[in-house]
């Protein structure tokens, strides 16, 4: 059974739309990330939260918008988005900052319409 | 920027052949990580590699940290169909305050019974 669960498992919105991931962690790490996955290309990071402050925004578009409100949860709302951002988005947390040993959620697989 | 390059992109063998996979870098790595990721589901690390030189097996699975920091393998000995799977390697870069995990692009791993 993986620590880190993912909700929603899929999720269909279109393009106006606003929804949210979310991600929990029961692991008592204190790193978590966001990162995306898409066919044919390396894991992409999105985010980094270090004790609950947000260390690293890989120039991720304004319409990913990350919360992180303790450090077992994570959120990632989405608003406007574009068909080109269908993909497979994962959560993952680690002991401590970026680099350490990444535990990854099951994602959430994201088709924009 | 850093780059790993993992081969072969992708292989299909026969139940009970071994399996050979490696990834390089022009960088050196601090950690090496091996994951693993089914249709659907997260990664989910397989071995973790902290020491230039290191060899360490998990059941069927062994791997390496390359003496020269830049490279690592993993084999699969005995495959069976449950191996299936897209497999993933990582490795820890560290650049001052830059620390960050760098992913290959995966080999994907297909077992005819």
Redesign the interface.
Same mark, same amino acid.
């Given at each position: 059974e993986?620590g880190?669960t993912?909700t929603p498992r899929h999720l269909v919105m279109g393009m106006t739309n606003k929804k949210s991931l979310k991600c929990e962690q029961h692991l008592g790490h204190n790193a978590m990330y966001w990162y995306k996955q898409s066919a044919?290309?390396?894991?992409e990071?999105m985010f980094v939260y270090n004790f609950k402050e947000q260390t690293?925004n890989n120039s991720v578009p304004s319409r990913f918008s990350p919360e992180c409100p303790n450090s077992s949860h994570l959120f990632l709302h989405l608003h406007t988005l574009q068909p080109e951002d269908s993909a497979l988005y994962?959560?993952?947390s680690s002991q401590d900052?970026?680099?350490?040993?990444?535990?990854?959620?099951?994602?959430t697989?994201l088709t924009v319409l | 920027g850093q780059q $790993?390059n993992q081969s072969p992109q992708s292989m299909f063998i026969q139940e009970g052949e071994d399996v050979s996979m490696n990834c390089t870098s022009s960088s050196i790595f601090?950690?090496w990580?091996w994951?693993k990721q089914d249709p659907?589901?997260?990664?989910? $690390?397989l071995i973790?590699l902290y020491k230039a030189g290191e060899l360490t097996s998990n059941g069927r699975l062994t791997a390496q940290f390359g003496i020269t920091r830049k490279d690592s393998f993993l084999n699969i000995s005995a495959s069976i169909p449950s191996d299936v799977g897209i497999y993933?390697c990582a490795g820890?870069?560290?650049a001052g305050n830059n620390?960050?995990?760098i992913?290959?692009?995966?080999t994907s791993l297909a077992v005819n019974p």
């Amino acid at each position: 059974e993986t620590g880190v669960t993912q909700t929603p498992r899929h999720l269909v919105m279109g393009m106006t739309n606003k929804k949210s991931l979310k991600c929990e962690q029961h692991l008592g790490h204190n790193a978590m990330y966001w990162y995306k996955q898409s066919a044919k290309k390396p894991l992409e990071l999105m985010f980094v939260y270090n004790f609950k402050e947000q260390t690293e925004n890989n120039s991720v578009p304004s319409r990913f918008s990350p919360e992180c409100p303790n450090s077992s949860h994570l959120f990632l709302h989405l608003h406007t988005l574009q068909p080109e951002d269908s993909a497979l988005y994962l959560c993952a947390s680690s002991q401590d900052w970026a680099g350490d040993t990444q535990y990854f959620g099951p994602g959430t697989r994201l088709t924009v319409l | 920027g850093q780059q $790993l390059n993992q081969s072969p992109q992708s292989m299909f063998i026969q139940e009970g052949e071994d399996v050979s996979m490696n990834c390089t870098s022009s960088s050196i790595f601090n950690t090496w990580l091996w994951y693993k990721q089914d249709p659907g589901e997260g990664p989910v $690390l397989l071995i973790a590699l902290y020491k230039a030189g290191e060899l360490t097996s998990n059941g069927r699975l062994t791997a390496q940290f390359g003496i020269t920091r830049k490279d690592s393998f993993l084999n699969i000995s005995a495959s069976i169909p449950s191996d299936v799977g897209i497999y993933f390697c990582a490795g820890d870069f560290n650049a001052g305050n830059n620390r960050k995990l760098i992913w290959g692009l995966g080999t994907s791993l297909a077992v005819n019974p």
